[in-house]
């Protein structure tokens, strides 16, 4: 049972434009939603974190946006470089629990 | 600052053959220590985790154990490598009561 999805699959997008990379999870216990970046050949790297009590985290570019009653967030990716081509994880921890559970992940590339 | 090192970096072994992989974190004290494992392309997949020395939990059965016999030090091995045990292993750290987990740059195994 998978029980964080990702969509899509893959994306593709061109310099400059924003993408917009989906999650949703089943279990109403995840408390705690990090996103991984990878590029080929490395570890995940952490990118971006957001706790369920908030609906919206910022980092530079890099924005979560959260909505608890549909168990839904998104990842958007403002001003896309090529730079930020990779594989994007979205991952969900359930509270007290020291298992994360990850999507499949969301291949990114970015089109100069 | 807190540093992990994988080892080795990658890989080839015949089938049936023994497995040791490492992993050594440096500058911190007591940190939750976790083994992951990714297909080409797939997602990531916990194997194992560890709060503290001499204790490990299994999440997911792939043939494999894993041990940690010293504070900073995470060992993943097994007796007879399947071909299916080809694959991307990762580990990672955490502070106690900290979620954010920090990767190492993973080896690559290839089991033919």
């Known amino acids: 049972q998978q029980q964080v999805r990702q969509s899509p699959q893959s994306l593709t997008v061109w310099e400059g434009e924003t993408a917009i990379l989906n999650c949703s999870y089943e279990?109403?216990?995840?408390?705690?939603f990090p996103w991984y970046q990878q590029f080929p050949g490395e570890g995940p790297a952490l990118l971006i974190s957001?706790?369920?009590?908030?609906n919206k985290k910022e980092d530079g570019r890099f924005t979560i946006f959260f909505n608890k009653r549909e168990k839904k967030l998104s990842l958007h990716i403002a001003d896309s470089q090529p730079g930020d081509s990779a594989t994007y994880f979205c991952?969900?921890?359930?509270?007290?629990?020291?298992?994360?559970?990850f999507g499949a992940g969301t291949r990114l590339k970015v089109i100069a | 600052a807190q540093t992990i090192h994988q080892w080795p970096v990658a890989e080839i072994k015949a089938v049936g053959s023994p497995l040791s992989l490492g992993c050594t974190i440096k500058?911190?004290?007591?940190?939750?220590l976790y083994w992951y494992w990714q297909a080409t392309g797939g997602t990531l997949q916990q194997l194992f985790y560890?709060?503290?020395?001499?204790?490990v939990e299994s999440v997911v059965q792939l043939n494999l154990s894993a041990s940690r016999p010293k504070d900073d030090q995470f060992i993943l091995s097994t007796e007879k490598l399947l071909l299916s045990h080809s694959g991307f292993y990762l580990c990672?750290?955490?502070?106690?009561?900290?979620?954010?987990?920090?990767f190492g740059s993973g080896t690559r195994l290839l089991v033919i």
């Open positions: 990672a750290w955490s502070q106690q009561g900290n979620s954010d987990y920090t």
């Open positions: 279990n109403s216990a995840f408390d705690y």
């Open positions: 957001i706790l369920s009590v908030s």
């Open positions: 991952a969900a921890r359930d509270t007290g629990n020291y298992k994360y559970v």
């Open positions: 500058g911190k004290s007591s940190p939750n």
């Open positions: 560890s709060i503290t020395v001499g204790q």
